[in-house]
């Protein structure tokens, strides 16, 4: 009896345990975040990409903790990985990309990891924050809501991207083996 109850007891807490390590999915965001609507440079071909990931303290062997930025994965249109960033500064990396649609996959400070298309134009920036609350209430001021891309809980974390002008270029499906 005891050996019977002490199974089931060991049965119920392996299943929780296994229940509480299961993945979760990353949030999708559906809507795509495009550059700011400030003009860019005429004459090039590739834009720019900068993201906040989620900001966790970090080392740099026997140096002091520092809070950096976390680093993320930008896939291509089909779905394959394009480039990891390394994005641990102070301030995030800026990536230059081919112009096309991408995938970043990043962890956000308040929905963990997302998962966000986004636009890349010719010498234009495309920004995605998903930093701390206070820091995308402060980036987002001023912007009319309708302009803007949201987390489902509401967090803002860039410009919509304008379709009608993208339609205008050719986009380029980029492959990259891993």
């Not at 999708?28 to 004459?43: L, Q």
């Not at 987390?151 to 270029?169: C, D, S, T, V």
Request: net charge negative; with cysteine; aromatic share 4%.
């Amino acid at each position: 009896m005891k050996l019977a109850l002490g199974n089931a007891i060991l049965l119920v807490a392996t299943v929780v345990l296994v229940a509480s390590c299961a993945s979760v999915p990353p949030t999708i965001v559906r809507e795509t975040v495009g550059p700011s609507p400030a003009v860019g440079v005429a004459g090039e071909d590739s834009g720019f990409l900068t993201v906040y990931s989620a900001t966790a303290w970090m080392t740099n062997e026997d140096g002091p903790l520092l809070l950096r930025h976390t680093n993320y994965e930008i896939d291509s249109a089909d779905g394959t990985l394009y480039q990891e960033v390394s994005n641990g500064d102070d301030e995030p990396t800026r990536v230059i990309l081919p112009k096309g649609i991408y995938t970043v996959v990043a962890s956000s400070d308040t929905s963990g990891e997302v998962s966000v298309p986004v636009a890349i134009e010719a010498a234009k920036i495309t920004v995605v924050r998903l930093e701390t609350e206070k820091k995308w209430k402060e980036a987002s001021a001023g912007i009319p809501s309708a302009d803007l891309v949201r987390l489902p809980n509401g967090q803002p974390i860039g410009f919509r991207a304008r379709h009608a002008e993208l339609l205008k270029h050719p986009i380029m499906t980029i492959a990259q083996s891993r």
